[in-house]
C-alpha cells in the first residue's frame, strides 16, 4: 500500500502543470452520476450530443509554450473514438485552438477539473471495452496529458445506464453489432442510424 502511494505521488509530481481543461457543453446528457458539485453541468436537452464528448487538456511546456492533447468519447458505447497530439502551440495558438476544437457543439465548451476529463476519457474506455471495443490507436500517444486514473468510474456509460450505438453516415454498423449481439445480447442495447 505504501509502495502504491508512493507510486502514485511520484507519477503525480513528474506531470507538467495543467494550463487549462475543457469539456464539450451538454457532456453529461443522458450519464448517470453522482453528486460531483466541482463538475460543470449545461444541460440542453434539445441540442443534443449523440453521446459524442470532447475533452482538450493542455499542459504547460517549455518557455511559454502549451502542449496539448484532445480526445472523442463515445459515452454512450464505442469509447475513445479518436485522440490527437500532443500538439505544441503558445497562449494565443492555445485560444483559437479551443474555439476551432470544439466549434461543432452547441454552445461554448466548459472549463473542467481534470478529474472529470479522466473520469469521462478512461470511464467511457473502460465501458467500451467491457462492450468488446478497443480505443482508437492514437489514444496512446495522448494518454499521458490525463495523468493517472484508478479505475472503477464513477459515472454509469451508456444512455441512461444502456448502450447505444449511434452509426455515422460512414460507418458500417455490421460489425458493431454482431459485437454488441455477442456481448450483452440482443434486445440489451439500442441501436440508431444517422443518415448523410
Known amino acids: 500500500m505504501v509502495r502504491s502511494a508512493a507510486i502514485l505521488a511520484n507519477a503525480e509530481a513528474s506531470e507538467p502543470p495543467l494550463a487549462g481543461c475543457w469539456i464539450s457543453p451538454n457532456w453529461s446528457t443522458g450519464l448517470i452520476f453522482g453528486d460531483h458539485p466541482d ?34 468519447a ?11 497530439g500532443p500538439k505544441i502551440m503558445d497562449d494565443l495558438g492555445l485560444r483559437g485552438f479551443v474555439r476551432e476544437y470544439f466549434s461543432g457543439y452547441d454552445g461554448d465548451p466548459l472549463n473542467a477539473p481534470i ?17 468488446g471495443f478497443d480505443p482508437h490507436p492514437d489514444f496512446a500517444a495522448a494518454e499521458g496529458h490525463l495523468g493517472p486514473w484508478s479505475p472503477p468510474s464513477t459515472i454509469a456509460f ?24 455477442r456481448t450483452v445480447g440482443v434486445g440489451n442495447f439500442e441501436f440508431l442510424s444517422v443518415a448523410e
Not at 459524442?52 to 472523442?72: E, P
Not at 469521462?120 to 471495452?129: C, D, I, P, Q, T
Open 158 to 181: 451508456g444512455r441512461d445506464g444502456k448502450p447505444l450505438y449511434v452509426s455515422g453516415p460512414y460507418d458500417d454498423p455490421r460489425p458493431i453489432v454482431r459485437t454488441l449481439e
Open 115 to 131: 478529474e472529470l476529463a479522466r473520469e469521462v476519457v478512461f470511464g467511457s474506455l473502460e465501458y467500451a471495452r467491457g462492450l
Open 39 to 72: 463538475w460543470p453541468v449545461d444541460e440542453d436537452p434539445a441540442a443534443g450530443t449523440d453521446g459524442l464528448v470532447s475533452v482538450l487538456v493542455a499542459r504547460k511546456h517549455r518557455h511559454d509554450k502549451v502542449s496539448v492533447c484532445g480526445y472523442l
Open 74 to 84: 463515445d459515452v454512450y458505447c464505442l469509447g475513445v473514438k479518436n485522440a490527437l
